[in-house]
């Protein structure tokens, strides 16, 4: 498959308050987030030209970025108004948005106290992550796991955080496989390099207490819509012998979406009933209109 580098595209960015053309969308080679992963970013899907729980998203970067240590110099309003305005510059309806903050390079040592802080956001067409999605996906035991919040950001969607995801990742794809489920520090059942997991066991769901990975606006929407069809949701500690008892396990996340697993190392599963439901009802919400999908919601 031949790929089309993110340097060398059309279109237009949003770069500290201005929309520019992407290929000029630049940074220096001794910028603090490159070499010490000072960077927050988020990852949002439009449908039908509106940007699902748009304020959501950048409410967690700009929370993102406190965890840190800095304040991203834009407002929740303007960020949501510069991501309605890339998507809207690209002609775009259906697509992935990318906001990302970061250091820049006015020091380059552990301290970074007085860089400025940059933000930009791009978006491009982007399809389901997992393409035929009920077939379901196969992912393989990840060899790193989730740190003790003590030791990591963990709250934060921070830059540095998925470096770990990448390397489970690719060794899991390096095996036939298609990603990667992860443990935490304690050998409990985390979630897999992006997205979060959830079980269905005799007809609830259920599904890791996240106190040391993201809790995902994905994952919150998706238990939403279990409630509403009182489908009964539970979050708790969970441990990985606990899919032997799983009729269905399943993914979510802004870029997987819905995506049912078929596999997790040698123990397979059939994608069903909840499941399907759960996916078709996610695939309406998201092409509501944002007022329609807020009350659709069951806290």
């Known amino acids: 498959m031949s790929l089309v580098p993110f340097d060398d595209r059309d279109g237009l960015i949003w770069f500290d308050g201005a929309l520019i053309p992407w290929r000029d969308a630049k940074l220096h080679v001794l910028t603090h987030g490159l070499h010490y992963a000072s960077g927050v970013f988020e990852g949002e899907r439009a449908y039908a030209g509106n940007i699902f729980r748009l304020r959501m998203h950048t409410e967690r970067l700009i929370g993102s970025g406190r965890i840190l240590g800095f304040e991203i110099p834009y407002t929740a309003d303007e960020i949501d108004a510069a991501c309605i305005a890339v998507l809207k510059a690209n002609g775009l309806t259906d697509s992935y948005l990318r906001p990302i903050a970061w250091r820049g390079s006015e020091m380059l ?118 409630r509403r069809r009182q489908i009964p949701v539970i979050e708790r500690a969970m441990q990985p012998e606990e899919f032997e008892r799983a009729q269905e396990v399943f993914l979510a996340g802004t870029a997987a979406e819905v995506t049912p697993v078929r596999q997790i190392g040698d123990r397979h599963f059939t994608p069903g009933q909840i499941t399907e439901t759960l996916l078709q009802d996610y695939e309406a919400l998201v092409r509501m209109a944002p007022d329609e999908v807020e009350g659709r919601l069951v806290a």
């Open 109 to 226: 040592s552990v301290s970074g106290q007085h860089t400025k802080i940059h933000l930009a956001i791009a978006a491009w067409v982007w399809p389901a992550y997992f393409a035929d999605r009920m077939a379901g996906v196969a992912l393989d035991w990840a060899e790193w796991r989730r740190p003790d919040p003590t030791t990591a950001p963990t709250a934060s969607k921070a830059t540095g955080n998925y470096m770990i995801g990448t390397l489970s990742k690719h060794k899991a794809e390096a095996n036939g496989f298609a990603d990667a489920m992860m443990l935490d520090w304690r050998g409990r059942l985390a979630e897999a390099t992006g997205a979060n997991v959830f079980l269905a066991i005799d007809g609830a769901l259920h599904t890791p207490t996240p106190d040391c990975f993201l809790d995902g606006i994905t994952r919150r929407t998706v238990m939403g819509l279990a």
